[in-house]
Every structure is written in C-alpha cells, then in structure tokens.
C-alpha cells in the first residue's frame, strides 16, 4: 500500500535560518504530492502540491520539488520566520480529489 | 466563505459511552472525508463521502463507528461504545466535485476526542 515517511520533530530553527524537511513516499504509479500545515488551533491547510515529475510546488517561500527518481518530496524554505511555527505534514493521493495518506507530521519551531 | 466546522472541538468520555462527532462542509462541496490522528502518529484516512454515499469506507476501523450524510450536507461520525484506543484528534474535510484533475481538500480544526 502507498506510505509517507517524513523526518521526525520537533525542528528547533532561529529566525531567518534555512528549513528542510524531509519527505519519501512509497506508492504505485504517479501520485500528487501534498505539503499540509497545521497553524495552533486551526484545520489542516494546503501548502503546496505537485502534480508531476519534476514539478516545484512553491508557496509563501516554502518550495518542494516531485523527485521521482528518488521518491522525495522534500519541503525547504530559505529564511524562517517566527509565524512559521507550525506542524508540516506530506501527503499523497493517487487520484485527484481521493483520499489522501499522510506522513507523521513533523513541528517546526522557529524562535525569535 | 465559511470554512469547514466540526462540533465539538474537545470531547471526553469514558471507555464504553458514545459520542457523536459532526462535521459541517463547505456549502456545495459533494465530497466529505473523515480522517483520524492518533496518539501523534500520522493522519489516517477514514471514510469518504459523495453527497449522502459512501464511496470509500476502507479506513473504517471496525463496527463501533459509524458515519452518515443524510441530505448530503453535514456528516456525523459516532463511535460507540468508545475504547481507550479510540483516542484522537479527528478531522474532516471538504472538496469540490466536477470536472478537473485537481480538487482540494479543506479540512476543519478537528475534534479531540479523550476516552479514559
């Protein structure tokens, strides 16, 4: 069955730093690729997606990149800010608008 | 427009009672989907509805919970009698229908549901 893995948190990062997080999936076929976030106290929102090899997924300077030869869909921001505090999850679907497969979601603390 | 509701945002109850969970789409979204967090593990789906049908209730864990759409608006999700495992963070989510490669999924602030 398809799977996600993603690195561990919590991430401890000072403002401004460089992010990474890592993601591989495992699945059948060509799935889309998700970045979900999760603010405190509120749902889950898209971040950014790929629908394709090679396609970046860019959004509020968060970039992923579909790597199908590696499996990985690794979600970077170059400088953090204090309000990216947050709870990442990567996620896949094999068929638009179907159920979604989560990886274990990963906190992210950025501090002043 | 209103995002997706659920009710309530907290519940706790005891191991062998039942709870209803809500959900409340987005206005004219056909698709629902329920899925559950548990013990901080990853996010697993549940079940999926177009309009009042069931069209995927593969991630269902056993016969203690049930889900419903009557009308085809808001959902519920009741689990009963709850176990001590049941224990979670409970989300639902909302997407569009038509045609298209690409329907996003809105998802609620989810419902924590503790059973001591």
């Not at chain 2, 079940?47 to 009557?70: I, W, Y």
Request: proline share 4%; aromatic share 12%; net charge neutral.
């Amino acid at each position: 069955g398809n799977s996600v893995t993603q690195m561990e948190g919590p991430v401890t990062l000072s403002e401004e730093a460089f992010l990474t997080i890592n993601c591989t999936y495992t699945a059948t076929g060509y799935p889309s690729l998700f970045w979900y976030v999760q603010y405190p106290g509120e749902g889950l929102q898209l971040l950014l997606k790929a629908t394709k090899a090679d396609d970046k997924g860019s959004n509020k300077g968060f970039e992923a990149t579909y790597r199908k030869e590696t499996t990985s869909f690794h979600l970077e921001k170059g400088s953090v800010q204090v309000s990216d505090s947050a709870v990442y999850f990567c996620a896949l679907s094999q068929a638009a608008g179907n159920k979604l497969t989560f990886g274990g979601g990963t906190r992210v603390l950025v501090k002043p | 427009e209103a995002g997706v509701t659920q009710f309530p945002s907290h519940s706790v109850i005891e191991k062998g009672q039942t709870v209803t969970l809500r959900c409340d789409p987005i206005s004219g979204h056909d698709n629902l989907y329920w899925y559950r967090r548990v013990m901080g593990k990853e996010i697993k789906f549940l079940l999926h509805f177009v309009k009042e049908s069931k069209q995927d209730e593969s991630g269902m864990p056993n016969n203690r919970f049930l889900a419903e759409r009557t009308g085809g608006t808001y959902s519920t999700l009741k689990v009963q009698p709850a176990e001590l495992e049941d224990s979670g963070v409970y989300f639902c989510a909302s997407s569009r229908s038509g045609t298209g490669n690409f329907k996003e999924q809105f998802f609620g602030p989810g419902t924590r549901l503790t059973v001591l």
